[in-house]
């Protein structure tokens, strides 16, 4: 049946379909209400309908873009209404329909992950499954959702990346299987924040340390993937990876985390009555308002523990001034870019689902369940606001 229809007919035409058709016509019925549901949902979002005059408008209609969903009944070819002239803090539209069962499946996605890595057989998931979440899907359904899972999370770890102006870098360890005996493995992180302000998670990749080879090899696909325009890498000051960076990023300058980098200090402290002190006169060089005073600052420091505390004194000579190449970027950008703490948030999180599984039975277990959760933090960082204004000085 070959037929048009309008908002006013959407619900005549879905009736006629399945009068037709019965249960065969029921996914495009489903289909044409999800898209009047979500037209109408966009017009109670911006206040006003198409070509309506309204003070109460807060942005105006802007086509559609096209998205396939999977569901029970079928693929549904959909129209997702899309919106202009927000204000920057508005957070954006996006039906909820669509978004409930975004995070309905994300979560399936990866209950199945966790159980799959812990070595939970694929009969035994699909009775859990079918327990938890009322899903009778056979085990051979759940092997061919992880083949795809797999897939999905390769090609997000593989996906094109674009102008970087800030890297931050950071690792941490999970306990894997190998070679008949447990080791910790490193997991290289890379996250940044892209020319349009807004923060995302560039890369990850399970290694078993963080000798510069593996730290090399981990920078070098994000330059073949495409990223470019680094102005300002942060990081710790991890041998291998100051070694690979130097390889591959030569002339990019390098701000030290200045929250290691005060953990680090209290090492050279002669004695704990001292510790608090320390800690404030290092604080005072960061918190200077430019580079010019931090210097002044931090040669004072150095010359008032010369005396009584030289090591001290020679450590914070030579290590501080890697923390205050934050002074030649943008004022409006260096409270967020001075630390590594944006990616230490983060492998919080990764080591809060991650340690529920304990030990990995290999590398590729551990590789597959970090993904996901990455996948699904990055998400939210670029659909949610701006990190930086990328305008500012």
């Not at 190998?178 to 890369?203: E, M, P, Q, W, Y």
């Not at 590729?364 to 959760?373: E, G, K, N, P, Q």
Request: charged share 25%; proline share 3%.
């Amino acid at each position: 049946m070959t037929r048009t229809h309008d908002d006013s007919t959407a619900l005549q035409f879905v009736l006629e379909l399945l009068v037709e058709n019965g249960f065969d016509g029921m996914a495009q019925g489903i289909q044409i209400l999800m898209n009047e549901a979500m037209k109408l949902e966009r017009t109670g979002f911006l206040g006003a309908g198409l070509h309506e005059r309204s003070s109460a408008r807060r942005g105006y209609a802007n086509g559609y873009k096209p998205k396939k969903v999977r569901t029970r009944i079928g693929a549904l070819d959909l129209k997702i209404p899309q919106v202009r002239g927000l204000e920057q803090d508005d957070e954006g539209f996006y039906p909820q329909a669509l978004e409930r069962g975004t995070r309905s499946e994300r979560a399936l996605k990866l209950a199945v992950a966790e159980m799959y890595v812990k070595g939970v057989s694929t009969r035994k998931v699909a009775a859990i499954t079918k327990e938890l979440c009322g899903l009778d899907i056979s085990s051979t359904q759940v092997s061919r959702a992880s083949q795809l899972l797999d897939e999905e999370l390769e090609a997000w770890r593989t996906r094109d990346l674009a102008e970087t102006p800030y890297l931050v870098l950071d690792a941490h360890y999970s306990k894997v299987r190998h070679g008949g005996s447990v080791v910790d493995c490193a997991v290289l992180v890379a996250t940044g924040v892209l020319a349009n302000g807004k923060r995302s998670i560039l890369g990850v990749s399970v290694a078993l340390s963080e000798a510069e080879v593996h730290w090399r090899e981990f920078l070098a696909s994000l330059h073949e993937r495409g990223m470019h325009g680094t102005k300002m890498i942060v990081s710790d000051k991890h041998p291998g990876l100051r070694a690979a960076l130097a390889a591959r990023f030569s002339g990019v300058p390098w701000q030290r985390c200045q929250f290691h980098l005060q953990q680090n200090a209290t090492a050279y402290v002669p004695s704990v009555a001292m510790r608090s002190e320390v800690a404030r006169a290092i604080r005072d060089v960061f918190n200077a308002p430019n580079q010019h005073e931090s210097k002044r600052l931090l040669n004072m420091v150095v010359e008032k523990y010369a005396e009584k505390a030289p090591q001290l004194a020679a450590w914070l000579e030579e290590n501080v001034p890697e923390s205050l190449t934050v002074f030649e970027i943008p004022a409006a950008h260096r409270r967020r870019l001075r630390t590594s703490n944006m990616l230490e948030r983060l492998n919080r999180e990764v080591k809060r689902r991650t340690n529920v599984a304990s030990i990995f039975p290999n590398e590729a277990s551990l590789m597959r369940l970090v993904t996901a959760t990455l996948v699904e933090q990055n998400e939210e960082w670029e659909t949610g606001r701006n990190y930086l204004n990328m305008g500012q000085d």
